[in-house]
């Protein structure tokens, strides 16, 4: 079971984009993920007449280490880490390691 998922808020811990918070958008490989609003990089665009695209410079969210991210507590409006527990019908779940709230309510 992987500890980040797609739909986690999540904070930035490490990089040139520190203390944003943002949802990620796509898990790519076990050590990357796609965060909204976080590592924005700009592509020149060509223009394309087949599809319909206007050239210019659009802006896109790049991939970031997980070891950069943190999933964000919202009791504790802070970075958390994520420890797993054995619930009763369910299986594992994920859960908050400082108070232990389960994150797959």
Not at 18 to 40: A, C, I, Q, Y
Not at 50 to 72: L, R
């Amino acid at each position: 079971m992987s500890k980040i998922k797609k739909g986690d808020d999540v904070i930035v811990i490490a990089g040139k984009d520190k203390g944003k918070r943002g949802t990620v958008l796509r898990v790519m490989k076990p050590d990357l993920v796609v965060v909204e609003g976080v590592n924005r990089l700009k592509k020149h665009q060509r223009p394309n007449p087949n599809k319909g695209d206007t050239g210019g410079i659009v802006e896109m969210d790049s991939p970031i280490q997980v070891s950069n991210i943190a999933i964000y507590n919202p009791a504790t409006r802070k970075a958390d880490r994520i420890g797993f527990k054995t619930v009763e019908g369910k299986g594992k779940a994920r859960c908050f390691r400082s108070n232990e709230e389960l994150i797959d309510a």
